[in-house]
């Protein structure tokens, strides 16, 4: 494999040196912006009169050599308004540009390089801080929601630090990750949960542990052009962020900032009470032609105690968030610095989320040629977190399904704990207990640090080298004293307690070492090329030990424990070594061109596929610059985009190549069975993506639009392909079947209004993608999902389906005349078996989108975002439980039970309720309802002083907002809340509600004092 | 330009490191090539094939006394459910599990039969035992499958391409093979010597005393009473098998003295919580609970002590749910999580039985004896029946008060043709469909040749 890495850097070397030796005075210097102060790239700097001309790199910098002194150079860039300066004498022109148009200046990072916006041939959606700074969002994932077209964020729960899912076009994958490829400061960092233990579907989030407010822009990769740059991994898209540096030229300033509020679920779950259910269960006991009485269920005894079990459990959350940042620089060195503290109550009584951050940036330019720079994120959180979802032991789960009939506490003010007689068994735990009395903590920790430096080798060509970790340390410290569902109910796994702890660390190493090379032809043919290499490396060290039979509840630690039988430690190290490239090619900024290729070599892909090359071409044509076009007066830009290529996706797991075989037990002896089959083959999953759009802007910029629709086609899919039995194996890890995403998306920005001080500004962005499984191993269903009743799971991946189907039997309604459920007889054989399970639904939207609406007058601001769904399916799986018709009489039932059937010729929807008849509680799409949402996600009214007031106290601004998020949600979903997702990060089971905690409403004051 | 080419050197060296990034070994996984070509592997592979066995064990118990009139419903997991309304599915993941478990068991045993000859330096007594203990492996998960489900894939290798789609082979040529296997094994099985104490060599690991009670077993179901009485009756002799004074110590503890072939769990390797886990199923969730009708059986006089098998607890009783629990299936820390798929007291019962079918009822060498001896252990009250059907029907009840839980009532119904007439009267939704497992429908859709092929009924 080395010589091919010899024969692309040889050809790199013959690219490299096309250098005009021409004979002159050397100039250099940095181009920054007015606005912000920060470094611009692409513009094109001449020497007048001439052809000799460079553009700036990705730092702002040029070199140039020109003829004499007395040269004058010239400046210019679309969007930016051009300039003319004498050089005089001088070595170093440094120069402060203003923008003309919106948006088109803006300063855009792609990856290893930085442009403006108006040289980009692909496909990118910047998100500015400015969007989501009065949204209490805990991390920089949750604050893309909405706010980007073609990027769909849902968040799974209303669980502080909880998981969210985040796509970009669609899901590429069944078996491997959906998850973009997050990178900060050029480290790609760790994502999804970051603990191991199960707490029954909500998940952390690593990226809770970066503050949003220490962002200065988040990109998204949406293309092949775009994407094919990180190669193996970019297939879901690139996510790119980048924390806040210092500016130069610009004084010292200082931002404080206050957040202060309160959290409350957004919507309680409307559930029977005692009398009410009582009722109905003494109705499902007759109707199975037993005696209620003698069951215990006795009108005005058992309903004696009615306890509200979602009031007892739920709380209104206190949310704070404290930061204070120092920001400044000069000409040769800039600063950021900040520390903040963020502490969010849950709305389930123990649980909560508490975080510390710091982060600095620092970047020295110590010579002309030489400039070198770091940045550190270190992070320190403590999450209190409680069952739910699927555990029967939830906090928020439980108490939906606890009979009313009994109270969490005894006349002694005592919690009831399980086996107490006067308590309902299982499988009821009292969620009181159960959320009081466990000890669920984990405790994350974040560093994430790199150091760079940057030598201009020769005028132009830049060799940059960067070293970064980012370094995890998670802690979990559980414990569950003998008063709870495991710790005393389950004998065999507590009995007296049970506690867990483990220890995890994960570390990735990464080098990155770049050579970017700017040049001009004579004659407008500007060239910015860039090659690198990057080796990743990375290691995932655990253990974790659990212990029982504590002496007393007093006695949490495992030091106590009487058995410590259970423990583990692990070690696992995967690697990428890469090398890459992208030339960059325009001609007098109106067409355009961009070739990118990535060539990774993976420790995940098969003996025999260890290497692959990920290349993408695109090209953009800037209409408005045509001389027929200048007759269009409002026209400001217009640039069309194609764009073509492949990327990869090699996040399919450790070692799922080999045919190994692992340690097993016998009666004390240790061996070794067999754990999977050998694939040499395995490799990558790959999309093709093909990408057409357009940027553009009118009216002076108060109108821009980006239109782009794709039609992306992955192959070699991971797939543990399922293999009979007879072999000995249940499947075999293969690259087997393709997905497609095709779909369209628009971006509009608006100002509508902007006079007479009053101005008001639109963002909308709207989202279709259209997925489907296009070819699997075989045409026969695979299910996933939930166990269900009747039919063997909840979901199915099926060819010519998307991801994310619902498979069930079909409900056709309640049968008048007996109350009984009746169910289309697919296979029409005269009865209703599995083979009746068809397609129900799907959870993935046809159409998503956000909308922003700001207006500021004197000071004064209002912002409106709202966001929505429309065309997915939920499936309301609590319903099978809570709305069961009388499958069990072991939980309370939803208000809509009252509607079932109770005599002939009742029309409803909701069958007769029977003691232990399953068959009316058949998993069937009466329990999949329409997801559709439309959300004010956030809105907030915000005042800035005047000027004049706080400038007299030494203060730059003062301000003070409110702010409201999932202040009101417009469904037809009959469930709390249709953006939960029970399997957090799952793909072919989204979209399942399963006694998921919904969302929370947040309303705050805050306060911003600049300094 | 020179420095450009000296960092190119210095890339193109960095490149050296590449191996230790792109292959790094895996800590918890051996591949392959490297798991069976020493002699020193032999063990570890061995083990892996008990392992294998030990994975069938609670499915099969599940199997044997859940799909019969054992058990109601007391919980919440769907699978249990279709065991507890007998409306068992072909979804059904117990069904599943079963199935892999057999062909999981089988594909360790091929391998060892394929590989094993082949490794140099084995000693020849190492190297036949463990053939002859593949033999036996083989034979036994073929006896329990196509007790199950019927006609089934017979798997001689480890061939993926043709096991991937196999056909049903008769039930006659599959139990032609196992015959054939136990025969193989029984020949080259060490013996152990009458009196031995040690659990390792009598109930851990195979002797040649086990595969006799195979057969026994064996014969049994072929209806050869005269072969299942001299089996049986040779187990019986051995001497290294004795009945424990009391049943309570059959129901409590591991490894008892009576104990034939016992699957054994340490306090590390509990199977916990897991779905098959037995008890996570009959005392943990209780998400199954003996039936009213066992628990009257149980409990009376003709039972005596082997009333241990099940317990009451007031503090369960409500609802539908009777209170009582099962009780052989304990927790590692009680010493008491292992699972019997073979003891002694079957042993008296497989002979009773088949001296019963031969006519000999009384006497020393009569049915009546060997239930006799059973039934003074327990504090039973002796029987005198005479009568040769009546012998017959004791021995039944026999089994249910002997043998409640491990995994035979089912089995037992069917071979001897009472499954419709017991079942239908105890669940309204019994059909003889269920005298058969359905192939679990994974396989019928993965594997070609069973597409089509499912059992009647499902």
């Given at each position: 494999m080395r010589n091919n890495y010899r024969l692309f850097w040889g050809i790199l070397l013959l690219l490299a040196p096309v250098q005009l030796l021409a004979q002159g005075l050397r100039i250099s210097g940095r181009v920054t912006s007015e606005q912000d102060g920060q470094p611009v790239p692409g513009v094109n700097v001449v020497v007048k009169g001439t052809t000799t001309g460079i553009s700036t790199d990705a730092s702002g910098n040029y070199s140039l050599t020109v003829p004499g002194a007395n040269t004058v150079l010239l400046f210019t860039s679309i969007g930016l308004v051009s300039q003319e300066i004498n050089a005089g004498n001088r070595t170093v022109v440094n120069v402060v540009m203003k923008e003309t148009v919106n948006e088109l200046a803006q300063v855009v990072v792609t990856g290893y390089n930085t442009t403006q916006r108006k040289d980009i041939t692909g496909s990118v959606t910047s998100v500015s801080p400015d969007k989501f700074k009065n949204i209490p969002v805990a991390s920089f994932d949750q604050a893309l929601q909405g706010q980007a077209a073609g990027v769909q964020v849902t968040q799974s729960s209303g669980t502080p630090g909880g998981g969210l899912t985040v796509r970009v076009r669609g899901n590429t994958s069944i078996s491997a990750s959906n998850r973009p490829l997050f990178i900060v400061d050029g480290v790609p960092v760790e994502d999804g949960n970051l603990t191991g233990r199960d707490f029954g579907g909500q998940q952390d989030n690593a990226f809770a542990l970066f503050n949003p407010n220490d962002i200065e822009s988040i990109e998204v990769l949406k293309d092949a052009s775009a994407k094919a740059i990180y190669g193996s991994r970019a297939a879901n898209g690139v996510v790119l962020v980048t924390t806040k540096r210092g500016r130069s030229g610009q004084k010292t300033t200082f931002t404080a900032d206050v957040q202060r509020g309160l959290t409350e679920i957004i919507r309680r779950p409307d559930m029977l009470n005692a009398t009410e259910l009582l009722e109905l269960q003494r109705e499902a006991v007759t109707n199975a032609g037993q005696d209620p009485d003698q069951r215990g269920l006795i009108k005005g005894v058992t309903d004696g105690v009615n306890t509200d079990w979602v009031d007892e459990v739920l709380r209104r959350g206190v949310y704070q968030q404290y930061q204070l940042s120092a920001q400044g620089?000069?000409?040769?060195?800039?600063?950021?610095?900040?520390?903040?503290?963020?502490?969010?109550?849950?709305?389930?009584?123990?649980?909560?989320?508490?975080?510390?951050?710091?982060?600095?940036?620092?970047?020295?330019?110590?010579?002309?040629?030489?400039?070198?720079?770091?940045?550190?994120?270190?992070?320190?959180?403590?999450?209190?977190?409680?069952?739910?979802?699927?555990?029967?032991?939830?906090?928020?789960?439980?108490?939906?399904?606890?009979?009313?009939?009994?109270?969490?506490?005894?006349?002694?003010?005592?919690?009831?704990?399980?086996?107490?007689?006067?308590?309902?068994?299982?499988?009821?735990?009292?969620?009181?207990?159960?959320?009081?009395?466990?000890?669920?903590?984990?405790?994350?920790?974040?560093?994430?640090?790199?150091?760079?430096?940057?030598?201009?080798?020769?005028?132009?060509?830049?060799?940059?080298?960067?070293?970064?970790?980012?370094?995890?340390?998670?802690?979990?410290?559980?414990?569950?004293?003998?008063?709870?569902?495991?710790?005393?109910?389950?004998?065999?796994?507590?009995?007296?307690?049970?506690?867990?702890?483990?220890?995890?660390?994960?570390?990735?190493?990464?080098?990155?070492?770049?050579?970017?090379?700017?040049?001009?032809?004579?004659?407008?043919?500007?060239?910015?090329?860039?090659?690198?290499?990057?080796?990743?490396?990375?290691?995932?060290?655990?253990?974790?030990?659990?212990?029982?039979?504590?002496?007393?509840?007093?006695?949490?630690?495992?030091?106590?424990?009487?058995?410590?039988?259970?423990?583990?430690?692990?070690?696992?190290?995967?690697?990428?070594?890469?090398?890459?490239?992208?030339?960059?090619?325009?001609?007098?900024?109106?067409?355009?061109?961009?070739?990118?290729?990535?060539?990774?070599?993976?420790?995940?892909?098969?003996?025999?596929?260890?290497?692959?090359?990920?290349?993408?071409?695109?090209?953009?044509?800037?209409?408005?610059?045509?001389?027929?076009?200048?007759?269009?007066?409002?026209?400001?830009?217009?640039?069309?985009?194609?764009?073509?290529?492949?990327?990869?996706?090699?996040?399919?797991?450790?070692?799922?190549?080999?045919?190994?075989?692992?340690?097993?037990?016998?009666?004390?002896?240790?061996?070794?069975?067999?754990?999977?089959?050998?694939?040499?083959?395995?490799?990558?999953?790959?999309?093709?993506?093909?990408?057409?759009?357009?940027?553009?802007?009118?009216?002076?910029?108060?109108?821009?639009?980006?239109?782009?629709?794709?039609?992306?086609?992955?192959?070699?899919?991971?797939?543990?392909?399922?293999?009979?039995?007879?072999?000995?194996?249940?499947?075999?890890?293969?690259?087997?079947?393709?997905?497609?995403?095709?779909?369209?998306?628009?971006?509009?920005?608006?100002?509508?209004?902007?006079?007479?001080?009053?101005?008001?500004?639109?963002?909308?962005?709207?989202?279709?993608?259209?997925?489907?499984?296009?070819?699997?191993?075989?045409?026969?269903?695979?299910?996933?999902?939930?166990?269900?009743?009747?039919?063997?799971?909840?979901?199915?991946?099926?060819?010519?389906?998307?991801?994310?189907?619902?498979?069930?039997?079909?409900?056709?309604?309640?049968?008048?005349?007996?109350?009984?459920?009746?169910?289309?007889?697919?296979?029409?054989?005269?009865?209703?078996?599995?083979?009746?399970?068809?397609?129900?639904?799907?959870?993935?939207?046809?159409?998503?989108?956000?909308?922003?609406?700001?207006?500021?007058?004197?000071?004064?601001?209002?912002?409106?975002?709202?966001?929505?769904?429309?065309?997915?399916?939920?499936?309301?799986?609590?319903?099978?439980?809570?709305?069961?018709?009388?499958?069990?009489?072991?939980?309370?039932?939803?208000?809509?039970?009252?509607?079932?059937?109770?005599?002939?010729?009742?029309?409803?929807?909701?069958?007769?309720?029977?003691?232990?008849?399953?068959?009316?509680?058949?998993?069937?799409?009466?329990?999949?309802?329409?997801?559709?949402?439309?959300?004010?996600?956030?809105?907030?009214?915000?005042?800035?002083?005047?000027?004049?007031?706080?400038?007299?106290?030494?203060?730059?601004?003062?301000?003070?907002?409110?702010?409201?998020?999932?202040?009101?949600?417009?469904?037809?979903?009959?469930?709390?809340?249709?953006?939960?997702?029970?399997?957090?990060?799952?793909?072919?089971?989204?979209?399942?509600?399963?006694?998921?905690?919904?969302?929370?409403?947040?309303?705050?004051?805050?306060?911003?004092?600049?300094? | 330009m020179r420095s450009v080419r000296y960092i190119t050197v210095l890339l193109l060296v960095s490149l050296a490191s590449c191996q230790t990034v792109l292959e790094p070994d895996p800590v918890d996984l051996l591949v392959d090539e490297l798991v069976l070509n020493e002699p020193n592997d032999v063990q570890p592979v061995r083990l892996g094939m008990y392992n294998a066995l030990r994975g069938t064990a609670a499915s099969t118990i599940i199997a044997g006394d859940f799909t019969a009139d054992y058990i109601q419903f007391n919980g919440t997991f769907t699978d249990n459910r279709e065991f507890g309304n007998k409306q068992i599915t072909a979804a059904n993941s117990v069904v599943n599990t079963l199935w892999g478990a057999l062909y999981r068991t089988i594909y360790v045993a091929n391998f060892i039969l394929e590989t094993l000859p082949g490794v140099a330096g084995v000693p020849e007594s190492t190297r036949k035992q463990v053939l002859a203990e593949a033999h036996f492996m083989r034979a036994w998960a073929n006896f329990i499958g196509t007790y199950t489900y019927g006609d089934i894939p017979q798997v001689t290798s480890t061939n993926q391409a043709a096991n991937r789609n196999i056909g049903r082979t008769a039930r006659a040529t599959i139990l032609a093979s196992v015959l054939a296997d136990y025969q193989a094994a029984l020949a080259d099985l060490p013996a152990v010597a009458a009196g031995s104490t040690n659990v390792t060599t009598n109930a851990t690991y195979l002797n040649k005393a086990t595969c006799q009670a195979a057969l026994a077993r064996f014969y049994l179901y072929q209806r050869n009473w005269a072969q299942a009485e001299t089996l049986a009756g040779q187990v019986i002799a051995s001497g290294i098998y004795a009945l424990e004074t009391n049943y309570s110590d059959v129901v409590l503890k591991d490894f008892t003295r009576e104990s034939i072939l016992e699957v054994g769990y340490s306090l590390s390797d509990d199977p916990g919580t897991t779905a098959t886990s037995l008890n996570n199923l009959l005392v943990g969730r209780r998400e199954v609970i003996p039936s009213n009708q066992l628990i009257t059986t149980l409990v009376s006089t003709e039972a005596g002590t082997r009333r241990e098998t099940i317990g009451f607890n007031v503090q369960n009783l409500r609802g539908s749910d009777n209170g009582w629990s099962v009780r052989k299936y304990g927790t590692a820390s009680e010493d008491n999580n292992n699972i019997v798929l073979m003891r002694l007291a079957e042993m008296y019962l497989i002979r009773a039985e088949a001296r019963a079918q031969q006519g000999k009822i009384t006497g020393a060498a009569g049915a009546v004896a060997d239930l006799n001896v059973l039934r003074t252990r327990a504090n039973a009250p002796a029987i005198a029946l005479t009568a040769q059907a009546d012998v017959v029907l004791a021995v039944e009840r026999e089994r249910v008060y002997e043998l409640a839980f491990e995994g035979h009532r089912w089995y037992d119904l069917v071979r001897t043709g009472r499954a419709q007439a017991v079942m239908s009267a105890f669940s309204p939704n019994w059909t003889s469909r269920f005298e058969l497992w359905p192939i679990p429908q994974s396989e019928i859709q993965q594997n070609p040749a069973l597409a089509g092929k499912q059992n009647p009924g499902y």
């Open positions: 620089g000069n000409d040769k060195t800039q600063f950021y610095l900040s520390g903040s503290y963020r502490d969010e109550q849950g709305v389930q009584l123990n649980n909560g989320f508490t975080r510390y951050t710091a982060q600095f940036k620092f970047d020295q330019k110590a010579t002309s040629k030489l400039s070198f720079g770091a940045n550190i994120t270190a992070s320190y959180a403590k999450n209190k977190r409680v069952k739910g979802d699927n555990f029967l032991d939830g906090v928020y789960s439980g108490a939906i399904k606890s009979l009313p009939y009994y109270a969490p506490y005894n006349e002694q003010g005592r919690l009831y704990g399980p086996n107490d007689p006067n308590y309902a068994g299982f499988p009821n735990f009292n969620p009181v207990g159960q959320a009081v009395l466990p000890r669920f903590v984990s405790y994350t920790a974040k560093f994430l640090g790199g150091v760079y430096g940057e030598y201009e080798i020769i005028p132009n060509l830049r060799f940059r080298t960067k070293a970064s970790v980012d370094y995890n340390n998670i802690t979990e410290d559980n414990f569950e004293p003998s008063s709870t569902a495991i710790g005393g109910f389950l004998e065999s796994v507590g009995g007296q307690g049970y506690g867990d702890f483990s220890n995890t660390t994960l570390a990735t190493l990464i080098s990155t070492n770049t050579l970017a090379y700017n040049f001009q032809l004579p004659g407008k043919h500007r060239f910015s090329t860039l090659a690198g290499f990057e080796v990743l490396s990375r290691q995932q060290r655990s253990n974790n030990v659990q212990g029982r039979l504590f002496p007393s509840d007093d006695f949490t630690y495992i030091r106590s424990a009487g058995v410590v039988d259970q423990g583990d430690s692990y070690l696992l190290n995967s690697g990428l070594i890469s090398t890459f490239g992208e030339v960059r090619y325009d001609y007098d900024e109106k067409y355009l061109a961009t070739i990118t290729a990535r060539y990774d070599g993976s420790s995940r892909f098969g003996k025999d596929r260890q290497f692959g090359v990920f290349p993408s071409a695109s090209v953009a044509w800037r209409l408005s610059s045509e001389p027929f076009m200048q007759r269009f007066r409002f026209l400001n830009d217009l640039k069309l985009r194609a764009s073509y290529g492949f990327t990869g996706n090699e996040r399919i797991g450790d070692f799922q190549f080999l045919g190994t075989w692992a340690s097993v037990t016998y009666s004390g002896s240790t061996g070794v069975g067999p754990s999977a089959l050998v694939n040499p083959l395995l490799q990558w999953e790959r999309t093709r993506e093909a990408n057409i759009g357009f940027d553009a802007s009118f009216l002076n910029g108060r109108l821009s639009v980006t239109v782009d629709a794709y039609d992306n086609l992955t192959d070699n899919l991971l797939f543990a392909q399922p293999i009979p039995l007879t072999t000995g194996f249940g499947s075999v890890q293969g690259n087997i079947g393709k997905v497609g995403n095709r779909g369209v998306e628009l971006t509009i920005s608006t100002v509508n209004i902007d006079r007479g001080g009053i101005r008001w500004s639109t963002d909308l962005n709207l989202s279709h993608n259209q997925n489907k499984v296009v070819e699997l191993v075989s045409n026969e269903p695979i299910f996933r999902g939930y166990t269900a009743d009747g039919v063997s799971r909840t979901n199915v991946i099926l060819p010519g389906q998307p991801l994310g189907t619902f498979w069930g039997l079909k409900f056709l309604g309640v049968d008048p005349a007996t109350g009984n459920a009746i169910y289309d007889d697919k296979n029409g054989d005269g009865r209703i078996s599995p083979e009746d399970g068809q397609v129900i639904g799907n959870a993935q939207p046809k159409l998503t989108g956000g909308f922003t609406n700001r207006v500021s007058w004197k000071g004064i601001e209002l912002s409106v975002l709202l966001q929505g769904s429309y065309g997915n399916s939920i499936l309301n799986f609590s319903n099978t439980t809570l709305l069961n018709a009388g499958a069990d009489i072991e939980n309370n039932q939803t208000r809509k039970a009252l509607q079932r059937w109770r005599k002939e010729g009742d029309i409803t929807s909701v069958p007769r309720y029977e003691l232990g008849n399953s068959y009316n509680n058949y998993h069937s799409s009466r329990f999949l309802e329409d997801g559709s949402f439309v959300r004010i996600k956030n809105l907030t009214v915000g005042y800035n002083l005047p000027r004049q007031w706080v400038t007299r106290y030494g203060m730059t601004s003062v301000r003070f907002y409110a702010s409201a998020t999932n202040l009101y949600t417009l469904t037809r979903y009959s469930g709390p809340d249709p953006e939960v997702s029970t399997l957090d990060g799952s793909t072919v089971s989204q979209g399942i509600d399963f006694f998921t905690l919904p969302q929370v409403k947040t309303i705050l004051g805050g306060l911003s004092i600049v300094f | -």
